[in-house]
């Protein structure tokens, strides 16, 4: 079973409706032979090495003009990094505009993620603000996301814009603001994903990708920030954090909007059988993991990659979804028998799901589409 | 193996340049756009909550009764205890013949493996053998040899390879004598040999058409797993090298002789950018650290610490500009991504 359809199967689709021609498969064979010759392939895991390496080269130069501006008597106020910063985030815009070969991409990458961290820091010391920081960051971040032409540098703006976004959210409501603010980038991202066919028609096509996956990030950031190490790590005091139930109710708010929309494109009713077992399993999962939102939150996730085809968002939500998995059984606060119990019942509820899924909908072979 | 270009995955890059070569005009592009990312049919959403549900609900069921017996219940007597587990294998041993080459029955074969470790753990308790903790991993992992013989499941070869590696690991830790770096290389350099003598064998049998391992997943698990132990070893080297001893040494050749084997598989046998990746990504971590040692240690004032830092950030960009151009001339070569 693959996950996404191949090219021949959407053009046989459509060779069927009408819409192309009987020749558009050799057509289409050239093409694409045309296009992998000039520019060849570029996997998920190929650029999360470009992205990583360019952050670690980023760091050096960054260090090294850090370095030269403290020698300099023109560095002797942090007014001095926000041109410099400006000018390097510019010229780096101006370089991958003008020139897309593998040295060109990533020095720009690599100087414009630079020249962010130069004017962050010249924010920073003339302002002594972390408030101010954060817009200028959200701002900047927000430009480059449309203006940078290369996929890894949009991922790094969006997660920087959400990143932003969440850190003014703290200071102005603190916490509970920062749950608020997960529950709303939860939204934006199975919208990006329920969304994906009609956003890709026009300009906004080159984000879809870069934010859907910067959004994924966020959420899960701030959750695995959330739990009893995360907070710990930041320093900050369990008190300060809303009731955590009401972040469980809110994402699975989402999660259920989701699966609403996702039976309404199968044309199933929410009030039928399939239905109302889709949706109360979603209810049940998050009344029995009230304390762990991640769990509700990756099970949405699961089943909005599952629904968009998108293999690497699954393979992310089952990874969510098996470490929240963990976390809530670690933090149940019972002993290791009572543990236990909790997790063989679960588990045979699991499989007794899978019985009556499997009893009640039976396979058709004629329900499968090319 | 290449596919035509025709049985690639219709990414919305791919779609994207039909669209530009005017294959998918205009309303037959948006056409194109909404079937790539349509919701999978009724059938394949049955698949994949059984999938997900079986897959969930065992784990869970297993962590429950390992977590019983962790508990360590004193009440229950040895023979209660054992016969207990036992009886938990020859019920999962039972349902996984009867059940077949499904893959509930390949997950009820998994968790009769798993459950042996627990039964020998159990056992060493009751009975206070002495037995250290390398003894019941080894030991473990010899008594599911059969069954995962058997059962053709890659889950199943992965958990008897990460039991050795965790036996070998601990046994070189409590019972050899040996000490020092060169006793952790020489652990490493077993490792990689071990775990790269395991990711052969999938390929070579891969290659036969053997069916259940045409998926490439597990291969490239056990590229990390045989990679990850020989660099961090040659790594080692590249910081001090007159603590070298013949581990490190060949830990070093093994990582230059894993990427030109892996260069061959991919021109000769099959498209395969996630290995070369990964040897792009060895290279660098090595070069790096080999050049940065070398700037820093003659550094004497702040202006060459300077001009270090600033080399080393150009140095990451050249090798990562040259990685890219090369990853990229290679899927040229072979004519296409892999699913």
Known sequence: MALKPTVREVLSRLQSQGALPADAGDKAAAALERWHREHGASPWYLRVFVGVGAWFAALFLGVAIGMLLILTPFAASPLSLIPLGAITIGAALALRHARSGDFSSQLALAKSLAGQGLLLLGVGGITGSLLIGAVVALIVSGVLLFSFPDPIHRFLSALGACCAALFLLHQVGSWPAVEVGAVALAAALHLVFHQEAQLRRDELARLVTPTGFALVLAVFGVLLARTSGGIDALGFATSSLAPTPLLTVGLALVSLVSAWRILDEHGIEATSTAGALALGTLVLCAALTLQTPGVIAAAGALALAFHRRNGLLLGMGVVFLLGFGVLYYYDLALSLLAKSGAMLGSGVLLLALRQLVLRRFTADPAQEVA | ?339
């Not at chain 2, 390879?161 to 490493?188: F, K, M, N, S, T």
């Open chain 2, 1 to 339: 193996m290449n596919q035509p270009q025709l049985d690639l995955p219709a990414t919305p890059e791919r779609l994207r340049v039909l669209a530009d070569s005017g294959v998918l005009p205009g309303d037959t592009h948006d056409l194109a756009l909404v079937i790539s990312v349509e919701s999978p049919s009724a059938l394949f959403w049955r698949r994949f909550l059984s999938i997900g549900l079986l897959g969930l609900g065992s784990l869970l069921v297993l962590s429950g009764v390992v977590y019983f017996f962790a508990f360590n219940w004193a009440e229950l007597h040895r023979f209660g205890k054992l016969g207990l587990i036992a009886a938990a294998i020859t019920a999962s041993a039972i349902a996984a013949w009867r059940l077949g080459e499904t893959l509930a029955g390949q997950f009820a074969l998994l968790f009769a493996a798993v459950l042996v470790g627990p039964l020998l753990a159990v056992y060493g308790q009751a009975y206070q053998t002495g037995a250290d903790p390398f003894e019941l991993f080894l030991g473990w992992s010899a008594l599911i040899v059969p069954w995962v013989a058997l059962a053709r499941f890659g889950p199943l070869w992965l958990l008897l390879l990460v039991l050795a590696d965790v036996g070998i690991g601990l046994y070189w830790e409590q019972a050899l004598p040996w000490e020092g770096h060169g006793a952790q290389a020489a652990l490493g350099l077993t490792l990689a040999l071990l775990n790269g003598a395991a990711w052969a064998a999938h390929e070579y049998f891969a290659f036969r058409e053997v069916r259940w391992l045409q998926s490439r997943w597990l291969p490239r698990v056990l590229a990390l797993m045989t990679v990850a132990p020989a660099l961090a070893v040659a790594a080692w080297l590249t910081v001090a090298p007159d603590d070298g001893t013949f581990a490190h040494v060949a830990c070093l050749l093994l990582v230059g002789a894993i990427v030109a084997l892996t260069w061959t598989f991919h021109r000769r046998v099959r498209s395969e950018l996630f290995f070369l990746t990964l040897d792009a990504f060895a290279v660098m971590v090595l070069v790096t650290i080999f050049l940065g040692i070398s700037l820093f240690r003659g550094s004497d004032d702040t202006n060459d610490w300077i001009g270090a830092t600033l080399m080393m950030g150009l140095l990451i960009l050249g090798q990562l500009a040259a990685a890219v151009f090369w990853l990229r001339s290679e899927s040229q070569v072979r004519g296409g991504e892999e699913a």
